[in-house]
Nanobody, 128 residues
Protein backbone atom coordinates (compact mmCIF):
# COMPACT_ATOMS: atom_id res chain seq x y z
CA UNK A 1 0.00 0.00 0.00
CA UNK A 2 1.37 3.39 -1.01
CA UNK A 3 1.16 6.24 1.48
CA UNK A 4 1.42 9.89 0.48
CA UNK A 5 2.16 12.75 2.86
CA UNK A 6 1.90 16.36 1.74
CA UNK A 7 3.56 19.35 3.37
CA UNK A 8 4.37 22.97 2.66
CA UNK A 9 0.95 24.54 2.76
CA UNK A 10 0.25 27.76 4.60
CA UNK A 11 -0.88 31.36 4.36
CA UNK A 12 0.64 33.60 1.70
CA UNK A 13 -0.22 36.97 0.20
CA UNK A 14 -1.41 37.27 -3.36
CA UNK A 15 1.54 37.38 -5.73
CA UNK A 16 3.64 35.24 -3.43
CA UNK A 17 5.00 31.72 -3.79
CA UNK A 18 4.80 28.39 -2.00
CA UNK A 19 6.33 24.99 -2.63
CA UNK A 20 4.41 21.90 -1.71
CA UNK A 21 6.05 18.52 -1.22
CA UNK A 22 4.61 15.04 -1.31
CA UNK A 23 6.61 12.13 0.02
CA UNK A 24 5.58 8.64 -1.06
CA UNK A 25 6.34 5.40 0.72
CA UNK A 26 5.29 1.78 0.83
CA UNK A 27 4.26 -0.75 -1.72
CA UNK A 28 6.31 -0.91 -4.86
CA UNK A 29 6.78 2.87 -4.88
CA UNK A 30 9.79 2.59 -2.65
CA UNK A 31 11.66 0.38 -5.11
CA UNK A 32 10.07 1.36 -8.43
CA UNK A 33 9.13 5.05 -8.13
CA UNK A 34 9.47 5.66 -11.86
CA UNK A 35 6.55 3.33 -12.54
CA UNK A 36 4.16 5.73 -10.80
CA UNK A 37 2.65 8.87 -12.23
CA UNK A 38 1.89 11.63 -9.77
CA UNK A 39 -0.66 14.39 -9.72
CA UNK A 40 -1.83 17.34 -7.67
CA UNK A 41 -5.48 18.16 -7.25
CA UNK A 42 -7.19 20.84 -5.19
CA UNK A 43 -10.51 21.29 -3.47
CA UNK A 44 -11.90 24.71 -2.66
CA UNK A 45 -15.04 25.23 -0.53
CA UNK A 46 -18.16 25.07 -2.65
CA UNK A 47 -16.34 23.54 -5.59
CA UNK A 48 -15.58 20.02 -6.71
CA UNK A 49 -12.02 18.74 -6.44
CA UNK A 50 -10.15 19.68 -9.60
CA UNK A 51 -7.02 18.64 -11.44
CA UNK A 52 -4.01 20.96 -11.13
CA UNK A 53 -0.91 19.29 -12.54
CA UNK A 54 0.50 15.82 -13.25
CA UNK A 55 3.87 14.31 -14.06
CA UNK A 56 5.08 11.09 -15.65
CA UNK A 57 7.22 8.56 -13.85
CA UNK A 58 10.41 9.81 -15.46
CA UNK A 59 9.49 13.45 -14.93
CA UNK A 60 9.82 14.19 -18.64
CA UNK A 61 6.12 14.78 -19.28
CA UNK A 62 3.91 17.17 -17.35
CA UNK A 63 0.37 18.44 -17.73
CA UNK A 64 -1.15 21.56 -16.20
CA UNK A 65 -4.66 22.91 -16.00
CA UNK A 66 -5.28 26.15 -17.86
CA UNK A 67 -5.88 27.96 -14.58
CA UNK A 68 -2.32 27.39 -13.34
CA UNK A 69 -0.35 27.13 -16.57
CA UNK A 70 2.67 29.39 -16.49
CA UNK A 71 2.44 29.81 -12.69
CA UNK A 72 2.67 26.30 -11.20
CA UNK A 73 5.41 23.78 -11.92
CA UNK A 74 5.43 20.11 -10.93
CA UNK A 75 8.67 18.19 -10.56
CA UNK A 76 9.86 15.00 -8.91
CA UNK A 77 12.92 13.45 -7.35
CA UNK A 78 12.62 9.69 -7.61
CA UNK A 79 15.68 9.15 -5.44
CA UNK A 80 13.77 10.85 -2.62
CA UNK A 81 10.33 9.47 -3.61
CA UNK A 82 9.12 13.05 -3.58
CA UNK A 83 7.07 15.20 -5.91
CA UNK A 84 6.98 18.98 -5.67
CA UNK A 85 4.55 21.67 -6.67
CA UNK A 86 6.11 25.09 -7.05
CA UNK A 87 3.36 27.70 -6.99
CA UNK A 88 4.19 31.22 -8.12
CA UNK A 89 2.13 34.37 -8.63
CA UNK A 90 -0.51 33.00 -6.32
CA UNK A 91 -4.04 34.35 -6.50
CA UNK A 92 -6.85 34.30 -3.97
CA UNK A 93 -8.67 31.81 -6.18
CA UNK A 94 -5.81 29.34 -5.62
CA UNK A 95 -6.99 28.97 -2.03
CA UNK A 96 -7.85 25.31 -1.49
CA UNK A 97 -6.77 22.06 0.09
CA UNK A 98 -4.14 20.54 -2.19
CA UNK A 99 -3.93 16.78 -2.56
CA UNK A 100 -1.16 14.62 -3.92
CA UNK A 101 -2.16 11.50 -5.86
CA UNK A 102 -0.32 8.52 -7.33
CA UNK A 103 -1.07 5.71 -9.71
CA UNK A 104 1.04 2.95 -11.16
CA UNK A 105 0.65 3.50 -14.87
CA UNK A 106 2.66 4.73 -17.80
CA UNK A 107 0.83 7.97 -18.62
CA UNK A 108 -0.28 10.71 -16.20
CA UNK A 109 -4.01 11.24 -16.00
CA UNK A 110 -6.06 14.36 -15.30
CA UNK A 111 -9.10 12.75 -13.70
CA UNK A 112 -9.59 11.73 -10.08
CA UNK A 113 -10.67 8.21 -10.99
CA UNK A 114 -7.31 7.62 -12.64
CA UNK A 115 -5.54 7.72 -9.27
CA UNK A 116 -5.73 5.10 -6.54
CA UNK A 117 -3.51 6.59 -3.84
CA UNK A 118 -4.19 9.93 -2.18
CA UNK A 119 -2.66 12.00 0.56
CA UNK A 120 -4.56 13.76 3.34
CA UNK A 121 -4.13 17.20 1.82
CA UNK A 122 -2.46 20.44 2.83
CA UNK A 123 -4.22 23.79 3.12
CA UNK A 124 -3.10 26.69 0.97
CA UNK A 125 -4.63 30.08 1.75
CA UNK A 126 -3.89 33.11 -0.39
CA UNK A 127 -4.87 36.45 1.10
CA UNK A 128 -5.83 39.35 -1.19
Amino acid sequence: QVQLVESGGGLVQAGGSLRLSCVASGGTFSTLPWTYVMGWFRHAPGWEREFVVAISGSGETTYSSDSVKGRFVISRDNAKSTVYLQMNSLKSEDTAVYYCAAERRSWPGRAEHEYTYWGQGTQVTVSP
